[in-house]
């Protein structure tokens, strides 16, 4: 958009450098190349408020495209967040599980160890 918009504002100094240098090299009278110029200047500055209100237009509703889109990027980085959370606490709960499951396999382990150990000490007696 930044070379567009330097190819308008070169196109409009050129057109008018141009206009300028045919009207003071036209075989006219003073009040008529003034009036000439007058009118050429007017032209120049109507198209280039033309050229710059499209301009402004354009950045406007591209800046409320780029708004709509961050925000979409933003509505599904949350929804993210929350299924990544869910997931956390999920396999948090398993881990726990997983955990209570060991401990209690390891205690009945301990025990029926201890109940060996104990009837190997009566058998010994």
Same mark, same amino acid.
């Given at each position: 958009?930044?070379?567009?918009?330097?190819?308008?504002?070169?196109?409009?100094?050129?057109?008018?450098?141009? =206009?300028?240098?045919?009207?003071?090299? +036209?075989?006219?009278?003073?009040? &008529?190349?003034? $009036? #000439?110029? !007058? @009118? %050429?200047? /007017?032209?120049?500055?109507?198209?280039?408020?033309?050229?710059?209100?499209?301009?402004?237009?354009?950045?406007?509703?591209?800046?409320?495209? =780029?708004?709509?889109?961050?925000?979409? +990027?933003?509505?599904?980085?949350? &929804?993210?967040? $929350? #299924?990544? !959370? @869910? %997931?956390? /606490?999920?396999?948090?709960?398993?881990?726990?599980?997983?955990?209570?499951?060991?401990?209690?396999?390891?205690?009945?382990?301990?025990?029926?160890?201890?109940?060996?150990?104990?009837?190997?000490?009566?058998?010994?007696?």
């Amino acid at each position: 958009m930044d070379n567009k918009g330097d190819f308008i504002a070169g196109l409009l100094v050129g057109g008018l450098i141009g =206009a300028l240098i045919g009207i003071l090299y +036209a075989p006219k009278a003073g009040k &008529e190349t003034r $009036e #000439e110029l !007058g @009118e %050429k200047a /007017d032209q120049l500055l109507t198209r280039a408020k033309e050229e710059y209100e499209r301009a402004v237009e354009k950045s406007r509703k591209t800046y409320e495209e =780029a708004i709509k889109r961050l925000k979409a +990027a933003e509505e599904s980085a949350r &929804e993210k967040v $929350e #299924e990544v !959370g @869910e %997931k956390v /606490d999920e396999i948090a709960g398993q881990g726990k599980e997983a955990i209570l499951e060991g401990k209690s396999r390891l205690k009945k382990a301990i025990e029926a160890g201890v109940e060996a150990f104990n009837e190997e000490k009566g058998k010994a007696v």
